[in-house]
């Protein structure tokens, strides 16, 4: 798998990725978690230095963001729709102080 780079586990009932999820994936570049039931991200996602997309939509019980995430250099899409429980203020923190921000083209938190 270690030359993957487009995962999609969309609608899967997942609950949680296991702690070496992303050790296996260094050059994803596009990764779909959207419509599981995650409450969190293991840290591991800042291993996957060429991730570009990442959507998260509808996952209810997602409370928490890895802030390992902040640090994607290349992360330009984050799709949280439909994630009720995610503070706004961890959000924002994130949106302001990540260093890479600047360069996202979409992020996406609330209904459409």
């Given amino acids: ?7 999609n586990v969309a609608g899967n ?5 296991p702690s070496d ?3 296996s994936l260094p050059l994803l570049e596009e ?13 591991g996602i800042a291993g996957c230095v060429h991730l570009r ?7 209810p019980q ?3 963001l890895p802030r390992t ?14 994630v009720l429980s ?10 302001a102080h990540s260093p890479h921000i600047a360069h996202a083209q979409e992020l996406l938190l609330g209904p459409p």
């Fill in 1 to 7: 798998m270690s030359s993957l780079t487009s995962l």
């Fill in 13 to 17: 009932k997942l609950t949680a990725l």
């Fill in 21 to 23: 999820f992303f050790s």
């Fill in 31 to 43: 990764l779909d978690l959207s419509h599981n039931a995650l409450s969190c991200l293991p840290e």
């Fill in 53 to 59: 997309v990442l959507s998260m939509t509808d996952n």
């Fill in 62 to 64: 997602l409370s928490v």
């Fill in 69 to 82: 995430i902040a640090q994607l250099p290349n992360l330009r899409e984050l799709y949280l729709r439909f």
């Fill in 86 to 95: 995610l503070s706004l203020s961890l959000c924002v923190s994130f949106s």
